[in-house]
């Protein structure tokens, strides 16, 4: 029973940055520009999907669910030409929606008593330069992440996996005819061990995120019409099907949730429409396709973004 009890756990939300629109990431507003935003991801799954097999002959854990509002404060401005600078804050309300009897976790899992809990998750912070506009825009960027508050990282339930880090990656895009765009967004994320145990520090947590968006502008530019593809991959970590193999140690299984694997797929499309020459409001939507490691989580997004400079 008890080897049952530590095979039965479950990952993670994945919402990521999955729910955030970045289609703009190639380029960068006016000296002097300043953008305000609140962002809401509305995250739902319903079950852990494996790599493999979890157990037997089943490749998910069913019946262990969370559902997470995610809202995020974020600031953006252009001190000089082609320089901006961000920051973002963003909230979590999670809750346990699966069996609460299924998958107990001797390691914590403190969040998942079917209550709704709310944390602050990671600041982040970073500077993004456009080198070239024409005959494609380029942007790198970097920037760097840190947890605000001792949130849950062990159990069916949790905010996120508690790590500094450092985000460094390239925005591509291109202009088609007067009204198509193409936009990609690729991100190195270097992560910090986590260091609970000698074992668990034994993982990397290095990750890529890839996002891709196409997308055409109506009504004189005020209506902007996408489709997008979010894909993570993680450098490391451990995989649901190495449980029953025995080539994991009590400390690997115990605290598995901040060291898995974890690898997704998301695809769905959205709409912006400029409100004013200030205010844009934003709905977007991304679908699970298939990942491993990972809840089965399809992300829904609300933005709105002020510009009063």
């Given at each position: 029973m008890r080897q049952r009890q530590a095979i039965f756990v479950v990952v993670l939300v994945a919402l990521a940055s999955a729910g955030d629109d970045a289609h703009a990431q190639a380029w960068v507003g006016d000296t002097g520009a300043l953008d305000l935003s609140?962002?809401?991801?509305?995250?739902?799954?319903s079950k852990v999907v494996c790599d493999d097999t979890c157990l037997g002959d089943s490749d998910e854990f069913p019946d262990g669910g969370t559902t997470t509002h995610q809202f995020t404060i974020g600031a953006e401005y252009v001190p000089i030409r082609a320089l901006a600078v961000n920051l973002s804050v963003p909230i979590a309300m999670l809750k346990y929606t699966g069996d609460k009897t299924m998958y107990p976790h001797a390691g914590g899992g403190t969040y998942d008593d079917g209550d709704l809990h709310t944390t602050l998750t990671d600041l982040r912070a970073g500077v993004?330069?456009?080198?070239?506009?024409?005959?494609?825009a380029l942007a790198p960027h970097l920037a760097f992440s840190i947890p605000l508050a001792d949130y849950e990282t062990v159990g069916n339930t949790v905010a996120g996996r508690h790590l500094k880090m450092v985000h460094a990656g390239l925005g591509v895009g291109t202009i088609l005819g007067d009204a198509a765009y193409i936009h990609l967004l690729y991100e190195f994320t270097l992560a910090e061990k986590y260091d609970r145990t000698e074992d668990t520090a034994k993982h990397s947590q290095n990750r890529s995120?890839?996002?891709?968006?196409?997308?055409?502008?109506?009504?004189?530019?005020r209506l902007d019409i996408h489709a997008d593809a979010n894909v993570r991959r993680t450098h490391g970590g451990v995989n649901f099907s190495e449980f029953a193999s025995g080539s994991l140690s009590a400390d690997e299984i115990m605290y598995h949730d901040a060291i898995l694997d974890e690898d997704l797929l998301l695809a769905g499309g959205g709409v912006g429409y400029q409100l004013t020459n200030a205010l844009n409001l934003s709905l977007s939507a991304r679908l699970f396709l298939s990942g491993a490691n990972t809840q089965n989580a399809s992300v829904f997004a609300l933005g709105l973004e002020y510009s009063p400079l």
């Open positions: 609140l962002d809401y991801n509305l995250g739902i799954s993004r330069y456009q080198i070239l506009d024409e005959p494609i995120d890839l996002a891709f968006t196409i997308g055409y502008k109506l009504l004189d530019y």
